[in-house]
């Protein structure tokens, strides 16, 4: 069973910048598929980046492709999600989520949840 705990959104000014952490329980991290998902009022949860167990493979949505960057530090069980050049369309609860047999968009296939980040970008 995996915890996953997200921190580090808020409120920034267009053409700012975040970081997302989310912080992981449990010793098999290493074995876990990771994705970052967003979910606007009134909209779909939308994928927004993955990263492969070892952190040698990653995909973005081509919304936050070149602003944003997904990374994973196994030792600390964390994995992050730098996000720079926001705009106002990136406002909306980011999650983190893992799954151990999959890395990738489909929302579905993740099996656990963060509780969310609330992330607001001003114009």
């Known amino acids: 069973q995996v915890q996953l705990v997200e921190s580090g959104g808020g409120l920034v000014q267009a053409g700012g910048s975040l970081r997302l952490s989310c912080a992981a329980s449990?010793?098999?991290?290493?074995?876990?598929?990771l994705g970052w998902f967003r979910q606007a009022p009134g909209k779909e949860r939308e994928f927004v980046a993955t990263?492969?167990?070892?952190?040698?493979?990653?995909k973005y949505a081509d919304s936050v492709k070149g602003r944003f960057t997904i990374s994973r530090d196994n030792s600390k069980n964390t994995v992050y999600l730098q996000m720079n050049s926001l705009k106002p369309e990136d406002t909306a609860v980011y999650y983190c989520?893992?799954?151990?047999?999959?890395?990738?968009?489909?929302?579905?296939?993740?099996?656990?949840w963060g509780q969310g980040t609330q992330v607001t970008v001003s114009s």
């Open positions: 449990g010793r098999t991290f290493s074995s876990y598929g």
């Open positions: 989520a893992a799954s151990r047999n999959y890395y990738g968009t489909y929302v579905p296939s993740y099996v656990h």
């Open positions: 990263i492969s167990w070892s952190g040698g493979t990653t």
